[in-house]
């Protein structure tokens, strides 16, 4: 005997636990469907196009029961070095692996957030509706946001912690844990093996090489030549360029075949002004151990000086340049300073 409804209260009521219990289906579905993308990839990121962003995102109702991050790629600009689209793009897919690993028994959490990318050529229409304009760009869409443009944008500043960076700025939005990022070993267990076979096997070559001393160490060459390159390296700032993985030279944005080495400004540093300033110092470097280990040697005063004075000028000028490209980064000038006594 089917119950029946004695009011139009109870009426409105029962259509309310239908629409409700329909529309929770219904994120349901659409949850369980980007776990399943979720699940065919290998880092967890899922691809995007203007149809999913359609599906996933601008057709469902709000609040949705997830959130979306997503890296917006271009792979015609995967070229352009000063922008390190390749690496963000693997740094990103690295916090996604992270998060997923780190929840794999908290199912809950990881159905409250997914990690997503776009690319520029088959979804363009998306990149309008988010208002990207530039790269690189990763917007955080929560469950309550309903414009898309309005959506939580990271900072550009944030990009040069890479996955650090990434997952403090999922973590304070979201709540949620990503974890301690765990990178893989830059050497596999299968190149340590055979590494440590090869070494087994130059083992006695070279206990003969060393009881001989017929080595590297012993070669007062190699010597000279690893510290003239150890000067070099700590004096060009190279490992600033490594560690924010700076390019050598930038192309100008006004003058497309124009290339530019130098960048007016003290907040980046190109590779090529490492290069130049190391290569002025080292000179210097050079011309200094000539002054004090050669040149002291030599009996003829004549040839002491003409070099003396040389070495001089030489410094003089390469000093002057370093200054020179310093006050034209920085803004700031280098002034002499002359004793009170003296004026």
Same mark, same amino acid.
């Given at each position: 005997?089917?119950?029946? &409804? ?23 579905? =659409? ?18 196009? %203007? ?59 990881? /159905? ?25 760009? &990763? ?11 309005? /959506? %939580? ?27 301690? &990022? ?18 087994? =096997? ?7 090489? &060393? ?97 003396? =004075?040389?070495?001089?000028?030489? /410094? ?28």
């Amino acid at each position: 005997m089917e119950p029946k &409804i004695s009011s139009p209260v109870a009426l409105i009521f029962f259509l309310l636990l239908l629409l409700g219990g329909a529309v929770a289906d219904h994120d349901s579905n =659409i949850t369980d469907e980007l776990l399943a993308l979720q699940s065919r990839s290998d880092s967890g990121v899922i691809h995007l196009d %203007d149809h999913s962003v359609s599906r996933f995102l601008t057709s469902t109702k709000t609040p949705r029961t997830y959130s979306l991050i997503i890296f917006f790629d271009a792979e015609k600009l995967h070229d352009k070095t000063e922008l390190q689209l390749p690496a963000l793009r693997k740094e990103f897919a690295l916090v996604s692996s992270t998060f997923t690993a780190n929840n794999l028994g908290n199912p809950l959490t990881r /159905s409250k957030l997914f990690f997503c990318d776009i690319e520029f050529k088959e979804s363009q229409s998306s990149f309008s509706l988010f208002g990207v304009n530039s790269l690189p760009h &990763i917007r955080l869409v929560g469950p309550d946001v309903k414009s898309l443009e309005h /959506s %939580d944008k990271m900072s550009q500043h944030d990009y040069s912690r890479l996955a650090e960076s990434m997952a403090e700025f999922v973590e304070s939005r979201t709540n949620l844990s990503v974890g301690p &990022i765990v990178r893989p070993p830059i050497v596999s267990r299968m190149q340590l093996m055979l590494i440590g076979v090869l070494l087994l =096997i130059w083992a006695p070559f070279m206990i003969k090489k &060393i009881s001989m001393g017929e080595t590297l160490l012993n070669d007062r060459k190699a010597w000279l030549f690893g510290a003239i390159f150890v000067y070099f390296f700590s004096v060009a700032g190279t490992m600033h360029t490594i560690i924010r993985k700076m390019p050598f030279f930038l192309v100008d944005r006004n003058d497309q075949p124009k290339l530019v080495f130098f960048y007016q400004g003290s907040g980046m540093q190109l590779g090529a002004e490492g290069f130049t300033v190391g290569f002025l110092y080292t000179i210097v470097g050079l011309l200094m151990a000539l002054v004090t280990h050669v040149l002291v040697k030599v009996r003829n005063l004549a040839i002491q000086r003409v070099v003396m =004075i040389l070495a001089l000028l030489v /410094s003089f000028w390469a000093v002057k340049k370093v200054i020179y490209l310093d006050s034209w980064k920085t803004g700031y000038g280098v002034h002499a300073f002359w004793p009170s006594s003296w004026n």
